[in-house]
């Protein structure tokens, strides 16, 4: 697939923002070793419960931090200790904030120069989310909240459905945004009476309001979404069909060009007043899994698709152009994120058929 220089976008290779990493299950007292941003990294989880993520590579001689499972560090349970990680290969270890804090056979000296690259990680609705920034900055906005369902009375929580490596970059995927044309043929969406999009600042919004063949109740229902990207990793959306629900659909980029995607959905099954049973959350999953197969949809159409750096677009698609324009500020440094906002920011209607609107 195409990389971000061929796509135009900026100055980086990989975006600044919140990305899914893992599964919250996936961070153990075991390092596990993994591969975002083009970049080898080891993730684990501490004593006192809290997830860590730093470079792959001991600045001692090179060994992987994760990758072994031979030598006495690991087989005697000295992997991890407290919050630091020990190399497998001659003993170092490295604390939380990267530094080495300790050197088997050199008591009195540590080089302060021993130190692991450290990344901020968060762990939240059952995800472990890391900021990604190229110029090593702190995070610009929170973590958001997911609508505040997660652990909500009445609210199953999502179980998360991994959906693959995919050979498409971010930015084809975030496309899905401004692209009005392929809900009818891909996802059996019918009776469209509103679609907009709206850029605000850092975030962006698609309103959508239409009948849809499998996540609504009865014929004639419609299936009113708000969806929206807080940066350029993942999908959340609110979605009002047979169950009130939430969405979300992260994208991470693994190397320039391939991208790793999950899919999950909290469904409301009640309204808090009374206990959550076995049937209702059979409902929710077996909602979650009309949802999983609806994004599975567009997750074929990425696997198999050549990289699209122009689209030929017809006003009737929707804002390709004002969306990929909101995406770039991600790909430049912070100080000129103000002005391709300003250039993309505003509320784009592609169409609307609500009586009394000036489109109907």
């Not at 199953?156 to 693959?164: C, R, S």
């Not at 009374?274 to 609806?294: F, K």
Request: proline fraction near 6%.
């Amino acid at each position: 697939m195409a990389t971000s220089k061929e796509y135009g976008l900026g100055e980086f290779d990989f975006p600044r923002g919140w990305f899914m990493i893992a599964p919250a299950t996936d961070a153990t007292r075991t390092p596990t070793s993994m591969r975002y941003f083009g970049k080898d990294l080891v993730m684990y989880r501490g004593e006192s419960g809290k997830v860590y993520v730093t470079d792959a590579y001991c600045p001692h001689m090179g060994a992987h931090l994760a990758k072994n499972s031979t030598s006495y560090i690991v087989l005697d349970g000295e992997h991890v200790e407290g919050e630091s990680i020990r190399c497998p290969f001659h003993g170092w270890r490295f604390g939380p904030d990267g530094q080495c804090n300790h050197i088997p056979y050199s008591e009195n000296f540590v080089p302060k120069a021993a130190k692991l690259q450290h990344y901020h990680v968060v762990e939240s609705a059952g995800i472990v989310w890391m900021w990604h920034d190229p110029e090593g900055l702190e995070p610009e906005y929170d973590l958001p909240s997911f609508g505040g369902h997660y652990g909500e009375p009445g609210w199953v929580e999502w179980k998360i459905d991994f959906m693959g490596d995919l050979n498409v970059h971010g930015i084809e995927i975030v496309d899905n945004m401004a692209d009005l044309g392929h809900f009818v043929p891909i996802h059996g969406a019918k009776d469209f009476t509103y679609f907009a999009n709206e850029c605000m600042g850092h975030i962006v919004h698609q309103y959508y309001s239409a009948g849809h063949r499998t996540l609504t109740a009865d014929e004639g229902d419609q299936l009113v979404l708000d969806t929206w990207y807080e940066g350029p990793g993942f999908l959340q959306s609110e979605m009002e069909g047979a169950f009130d629900s939430f969405i979300m659909i992260s994208n991470t980029p693994i190397e320039d060009g391939l991208s790793r995607s999950w899919h999950a959905l909290m469904v409301k099954v009640h309204d808090g007043s009374r206990e959550t049973t076995d049937e209702d959350r059979a409902n929710a999953l077996a909602y979650q899994e009309a949802s999983r197969l609806a994004f599975a949809q567009d997750v074929e159409i990425w696997a198999n698709k050549r990289a699209c750096l122009n689209p030929l677009a017809i006003p009737a698609d929707g804002p390709y152009g004002k969306v990929r324009l909101w995406y770039k500020q991600f790909f430049n440094p912070r100080d000129k994120a103000p002005e391709l906002q300003k250039r993309s920011d505003g509320l784009y209607v592609t169409m609307d058929k609500r009586p009394g609107s000036k489109a109907a």
